[in-house]
Nanobody, 126 residues
Framework: QVQLVESGGGLVQPGGSLRLSCAAS???????IGWFRQAPGKEREGVSY?????????YYEDSVKGRFTISRDSAKNTVYLQMNNLEVEDTAIYYC???????????????????WGQGTQVTVSS
């Protein structure tokens, strides 16, 4: 069972940047990966995703497209989410999740992910 630990959250002013990390306890080969977030009083929503293969597909939700970048370092078993030009609306707890799979699809629904980290708080405020 893979364990995930997010880090890198914090308080930042609007327009600022943060880089979130998701460190896995084992290799993420064979896993699709997703970043999700949940704001107070709202449902968990998707942010960005990787398909299974290391050079594979990725996808960004419209709310973060052009501002966030997902990347991975397979040697470190770590996935990153670089967040630039942050907005107050980006305030949420951010989670990474993985799903073991044999295909190369991007999975956007949180329900299909099996393993989740504990989350890291991102607060964007002046």
């Amino acid at each position: 069972q893979v364990q995930l630990v997010e880090s890198g959250g914090g308080l930042v002013q609007p327009g600022g940047s943060l880089r979130l990390s998701c460190a896995a306890s084992d290799s993420l080969t064979g896993y699709a990966i997703g970043w999700f977030r949940q704001a107070p009083g709202k449902e968990r929503e998707g942010v960005s995703y990787f398909s299974r293969s290391s050079g594979g597909k990725y996808y960004y939700e419209d709310s973060v497209k052009g501002r966030f970048t997902i990347s991975r370092d397979s040697a470190k078993n770590t996935v990153y989410l670089q967040m630039n030009n942050l907005e107050v609306e980006d305030t949420a707890i951010y989670y990474c999740a993985v799903r073991q799979t044999n295909d190369d699809y991007v999975y956007r629904s949180p329900e299909v992910y099996s393993y989740w980290g504990q989350g890291t708080q991102v607060t964007v405020s002046s």
